[in-house]
């Protein structure tokens, strides 16, 4: 479903789906969407009227989906435990194939770099790997990013900020922060809850928002940890969390098929007093495109 990012108004659906959709992205100039899902496909949709451009065949469940913003390539990953590159221009043909010998991890997210050289990897051990497109190998990877239960879902968001090249890692209980250029954990807050979601504020960096399995949507201090604001209103678990580019509002949706666009106030830290407020909320389900 594409709907106005300031209105939260209905646009238009995108039907074709047989399964849980896990994953939907826009490529960089809004004019083409891709979506991953539990009908063990992605699509390539128009996002201007909805109709299905192609449609990809997996094997088993598409996690994730991403638009290199370089090229006119997708990168798609799942249940398969591989990653697959299907250059768009020429959607019929085979995908170039990563793969990583014996490993068979669930691959939860995947996530290009700016440059579009490089990509990286969330899976349900969670370890953080670092793709290196121009010899198809991995180039780095970092484990440590939890260190409670090993047994929780792994890294289940990424979420990257160009300007200070920190990822934000929403992996078990935790949300970690790692500096992408040096690959190192700069540092991880265990939130005592299994986390779905999490996105840093774009401007300042100073908070961060995290949601999962409690149905409410939190906001932290980067540094502390510290929990500042609590906001109720979903009543199903939290999935995706992501501040508006200029970081005034925020936008979560969860398993209660709504989406609430929330308006963001910088808060008091010496206080969890909600200073923000929820400016829509919008049910998921509308007529077809």
């Not at 500042?228 to 398993?255: E, I, M, N, W």
Request: charged share 20%; proline share 3%; glycine share 8%.
């Amino acid at each position: 479903m594409l709907r106005d990012g300031i209105t939260g108004d209905w646009i238009g659906t995108f039907e074709g789906h047989q399964g849980a959709v896990w994953s939907a992205k826009l490529d960089s100039q809004a004019i083409r969407a891709a979506t991953g899902s539990a009908d063990s496909t992605a699509r390539l949709w128009n996002a201007l009227n909805g109709d299905c451009m192609h449609t990809f065949e997996h094997k088993r469940v598409v996690r994730t989906v991403d638009f290199c913003p370089t090229a006119n390539v997708l990168a798609t990953g799942g249940y398969e435990a591989i990653v697959r590159l299907y250059n768009l221009e020429k959607p019929t043909l085979d995908p170039t194939v990563l793969s990583i010998p014996n490993f068979n991890s669930r691959i939860k997210k995947l996530l290009w770099a700016p440059d579009g050289r490089t990509l990286y990897m969330g899976s349900e051990d969670g370890v953080l790997r670092q793709w290196d497109l121009s010899t198809g190998k991995i180039a780095r990877d970092l484990t440590g990013l939890f260190s409670h239960d090993p047994t929780k879902s792994g890294i289940n968001d990424m979420e990257l900020n160009p300007h200070d090249h920190t990822l934000t890692i929403a992996v078990g209980e935790h949300v970690s922060f790692v500096d992408t250029n040096s690959f190192t954990l700069l540092r991880s807050h265990h939130l005592g809850r299994e986390i779905e979601t999490a996105s840093r504020h774009p401007v300042h960096g100073k908070t961060y928002l995290a949601g999962g399995s409690d149905v409410w949507v939190r906001l932290y201090d980067t540094e502390t940890g510290n929990e500042l604001l609590t906001q109720k209103g979903h009543h199903g678990k939290v999935h995706c969390l992501r501040f508006s580019p200029s970081g005034s509002t925020y936008t979560s949706g969860a398993d209660d098929a709504t989406i609430r666009m929330w308006r963001y106030d910088e808060p008091n830290r010496s206080s969890n007093n909600d200073k923000s407020s929820n400016i829509s909320t919008t049910t998921t389900t509308s007529s077809s495109h």
